[in-house]
């Protein structure tokens, strides 16, 4: 069915700061700016996309300047409250990139280039790599960090490697500088290693937090 989805070549585009959005991903969206109501109604008379792009960082706050990639998600569900307010939920379709403004009111569009994943590996390596993931999130959650079991048993269920790191890093990674580069990072197999590291050091992180706590609790720590 994904496949007759035809991504048009101008989208409104929502800007939302700390956000990388990741294809197959469900994201919750309250709308309640006038802008994006507007935005949200034609898109539901159309072909109900609109594309999500984190604020970069380094831009002007008073402009919104999104990053050069985003994602296009389409609406799977949409309810409007009594107030003129919407909550729907947005899942991610596919990564673009954003290539000029077209307009900025009454809300942002711009023109945007589809962009296609591809991998310098083989599938096995992948599929390790995967492993690898799962092993250290399962370790993270010893050391006591919050991983959501419900999560990690799906993620197990997914055999694509390309879902696999997106979700996984959509849901569980913190760190929206990391996320937005996984974004941009079209090859599965750099994509998955770049993730892998960053659980790596995560990993050490937290074994050395537990080696100097020792015995104390978390809500000692501040009186040690």
């Not at 989208?11 to 700061?17: D, E, H, K």
């Not at 790599?129 to 993620?155: H, M, W």
């Amino acid at each position: 069915m994904e496949t007759e989805i035809v991504i048009p070549q101008e989208l409104a585009v929502m800007t939302l700061p700390d956000m990388a959005f990741f294809p197959q991903a469900l994201l919750p969206l309250h709308i309640f700016e006038p802008r994006y109501r507007l935005m949200l109604e034609r898109t539901l008379s159309t072909h109900r996309q609109f594309a999500v792009a984190g604020i970069d960082p380094a831009g002007d706050p008073t402009e919104e300047r999104g990053h050069r990639v985003a994602t296009v998600g389409i609406v799977r569900a949409c309810n409007q409250n009594d107030d003129g307010t919407s909550n729907l939920l947005l899942q991610g379709l596919i990564r673009v990139e954003c290539l000029g403004i077209v307009r900025e009111r009454p809300y942002r569009v711009v023109r945007v280039r589809p962009l296609a994943s591809e991998s310098s590996a083989p599938e096995p390596e992948n599929r390790k790599l995967c492993q690898q993931v799962e092993q250290l999130l399962d370790l993270k959650k010893k050391l006591g960090a919050e991983i959501p079991a419900d999560f990690a048993s799906f993620l197990h269920s997914v055999d694509d490697p390309e879902t696999f790191v997106d979700l996984a890093a959509f849901t569980l990674c913190r760190d929206a500088a990391l996320k937005q580069r996984l974004l941009e990072t079209l090859d599965v197999h750099r994509r998955l290693q770049i993730y892998t590291r960053a659980l790596c050091q995560e990993v050490e992180a937290l074994g050395l937090r537990r080696k100097l706590q020792g015995d104390l609790a978390d809500e000692d720590i501040a009186n040690n």
